[in-house]
C-alpha cells in the first residue's frame, strides 16, 4: 500500500479548543501524525506529495472560502487580537446572510462550529493535509491497488464554504473528485469516523456520481449534531446518493457491522470504480470521544471486510484521540485491508 | 422617572467570554448595573418588580427556548464539563436543523453566538431582568410618564428562539408586547444601542403592531454582523414596519442624528402610543466597542430628542462598557429626557 504524508501538516498547532465551556489542549494535534507515521512504517516508506494547486481545491470548495482561509490569519492579526483566530458569532440563518467584510464577522460566516482556531500556519498545513489526500488519489487512478493519505487536520467535517470540526479542506472529498476527473464514471466514499462527515455529505448532496455512506454516533447525541440523521438522502439529482447510518450509545461491533453491510450494499448496487474510505478510528472503544465497543481485534475485521469491495481504494485518514493506540489502530485496519 | 431594579440580576456573572481567540473577563459583568444604580439614584429609589410569571416570557420567545433556559445548567453540569455551558457547534441551516437531545447539541441550536456563557444562576437573573423590564412597562401603562428598566444581562440581541450577545432575554421585546397586551394599539421601539437589536428585529419581523428603528454600528463592521442591514424592512404584515440605520465607523454626532431624525419621523408617522428604548451607551466614543464619536454632552442631547415624541416612554438598558462613565452616561441621556 503507497503511504503519503507532507512534513508541512504539522505546522497546524492551534493553542487550544473550545470544550466544555474552557479552552482546553487540541484533541486533534500534530502528534497525532507522528504517532500514525511510525505505527505504518512497515507499509513502505511514506512519499511527500507535490503540490496540486490551489484550482484543485476549488473542485469541491467555493474560491471565496478558499480565499478566507489564505487570507484569514493576517486579517486578524491586523486587528490585534491576542489569540488564534477562533469565531463567536455565525449566522442565524446562512442562506440569506451576508458576509461581512470584518474579519470577525468573516471569521463567522465560513465556519459552522467554533472550536477550531486558525493560525497563522494552518492554511499551510491544510493545503499539504489536501495534497497528501489528492497524491494518494493520483496513486490509485494511476494503478495503485491502494494508498493511505495520512492527513492531519483531518477533512470530512469541512463543508462546501464552511471549516469546523477541527477541519478545513474537505481531504476526502477532493480524492473522490480527483478519481472522479481521473476518469472513474463512479466514485463512493464510505466514512467510517465516529463523526458524521456532515462536510462531505454537504459537498455531494445534489450529485448522483458520488456516493456518500456515513456510519457514526447518532447526532441526536454526538457531534456534528445537526446533520448525519438517517432521513438525509441527498436532494434534486443526488437523491438517493447519500445514506446516513447513526448508531446509538454503547453500539456493539455486532451492530455495527450490520450498518456496514447496509452500506456495502448501497456501495455494491451503485456500480463504483474507486472507492475513498473516511477513515476515524475514533470509533475505537477506549477513544474519548467515542461511545462504540469497537475493541482493537474488530479494527483490523473492519479493514478485512473493507478489502472484500476489491476496488481501487484510497484511505484518508480522519479522526482518532486514544493517543496511545491511535497509532495501532490505524495499522490494525489498514494491515486488515491489505491482508 | 420611576426606577426599577432587582438585585437578583446579580447572580448572572459568568467566568468568561470567547474574545479574540481567549476567553477574557466578562464585558458584561454585575458591577455594571451598580454603577447605573449609583448614578441614577437622583431620579429616586429604584422599585423590585414583582414576579411577572414564566407565562409573560413566551409572549415573545418560544417556549423550547425558555424551558432550555431553565433546565441548560442542570444538563450541563450532568455531564461533568470544567466550564460555564459554552457552545462550539451552531446549525449550518437552522431552518432544517434537528434539535438534538444532547446539551451540548441543544446549547448550540439555541445559541446564535458563541461568547455569552449560560451559569447555575443565568436563567434567575434574564429573569429579574426580564421582571425589572415588564415592572416599568406595567408603570407606565398604569399612568407614569416614563420609567426606567435598569436591566442587565442585557436583551436586545436574543432572539424568538436563541441567545447570544449577552443576552438570554429580549427585555425591550417583553416590555413592548406587555405595553400592547395594556392596550397600546401599536408600540414603537427605538434602538440606540451601538449593535443591532437582531433579536428584537427578529421577534417583531412578521409584525405590523410593534415598529422597530434601530441606529447602529454597520454590521458590515460590527457585531452582530448578519443583520442590522438598512434592506431589512420586515416580511408579511411586517413589511415596511422595520427600519435599520447602519453607521458607518467615525461616524460623529450630526450624522447620527440625521439617523435619529430618520427613526423619528417613522415613529411619528407610525402613530405609536407608546415608545420602548432599548438604551445602550456603547454609543459613547469612549466605549471599548464603540466607533462612533459620541461625547457625553451628546448624549444628554439624545435624551432631551426622546423627550420630543411627548410619548409614554419605557427605557430599557442595553450595552456599555466604558465602566467608569457608565454610570454618568445613562444618567447624562435620562436626564436630558427628564428635563
Redesign the interface.
Known amino acids: 500500500m503507497r503511504v503519503f504524508f507532507d512534513p508541512a501538516q504539522r505546522l497546524h498547532a492551534p493553542v487550544a ?7 482546553i489542549d487540541p484533541f486533534e494535534s500534530p502528534q497525532r501524525a507522528d504517532r500514525i507515521l511510525d505505527a505504518v512504517s512497515h507499509l513502505g516508506t511514506a512519499s511527500e506529495p507535490r503540490d496540486f494547486g490551489r484550482e484543485a481545491l476549488t473542485r469541491v470548495h467555493a474560491p471565496d472560502f478558499v480565499a478566507f482561509l489564505e487570507e484569514c490569519w493576517e486579517a ?1 492579526a491586523a ?1 490585534g ?15 440569506e ?2 458576509c ?3 474579519i ?2 468573516r471569521l ?2 465560513f465556519a ?4 477550531s ?1 486558525i493560525t497563522s500556519t494552518t492554511f499551510k498545513a491544510a493545503r499539504a493535509s489536501a495534497n497528501t489526500a489528492l497524491a494518494a488519489a493520483e496513486a490509485v487512478a494511476q494503478g495503485a491497488k491502494s494508498a493511505f493519505a495520512l492527513c492531519r487536520p483531518p477533512g470530512h467535517h469541512c ?1 462546501h464554504a ?1 471549516f ?1 470540526g477541527y477541519c478545513y479542506l474537505n481531504n476526502a472529498a477532493l480524492a473522490a473528485q480527483a478519481m472522479r476527473d481521473s476518469g472513474a464514471a463512479q466514485v463512493a466514499i464510505l466514512d467510517i469516523d465516529f463523526h458524521h462527515g ?1 462536510g462531505t455529505q ?1 459537498i455531494f448532496y445534489d450529485r448522483a456520481d458520488v456516493l456518500f455512506c456515513s456510519i457514526h454516533g447518532d ?9 448525519g ?1 438517517s432521513e438525509e438522502v441527498g436532494r434534486g439529482a443526488g437523491h438517493g446518493f447519500n445514506h446516513n447510518f447513526p448508531l446509538p450509545e454503547a453500539t456493539a461491533f455486532a451492530a455495527w457491522l450490520e450498518a456496514f453491510e447496509a452500506a456495502a450494499g448501497h456501495i455494491s448496487r451503485f456500480g463504483a470504480e474507486a472507492l475513498v474510505v473516511s477513515l476515524g478510528v475514533d470509533i475505537y472503544e477506549s477513544d474519548p470521544q467515542s461511545f462504540f465497543r469497537i475493541s482493537a481485534p474488530n479494527l483490523f475485521e473492519i479493514g478485512r471486510r473493507i478489502a472484500q469491495f476489491s476496488m481501487p481504494t484510497v484511505f484518508v485518514m480522519e479522526g482518532g484521540y486514544a493517543n496511545d493506540e491511535l497509532g495501532a489502530n490505524v495499522a490494525r485496519v489498514l494491515t486488515g485491508f491489505t491482508g
Open positions: 479548543e473550545l470544550y466544555g465551556g474552557q479552552l486578524w486587528e487580537f491576542a489569540g488564534d483566530a477562533m469565531t463567536a458569532a455565525m449566522p442565524p440563518d446562512r442562506r446572510a451576508h461581512p467584510s470584518h470577525e464577522g463567522g460566516y459552522f462550529s467554533g472550536e482556531a463543508m464552511q469546523g456532515n454537504d447526532p441526536d447525541r454526538a457531534y456534528p449534531f445537526y446533520l440523521y
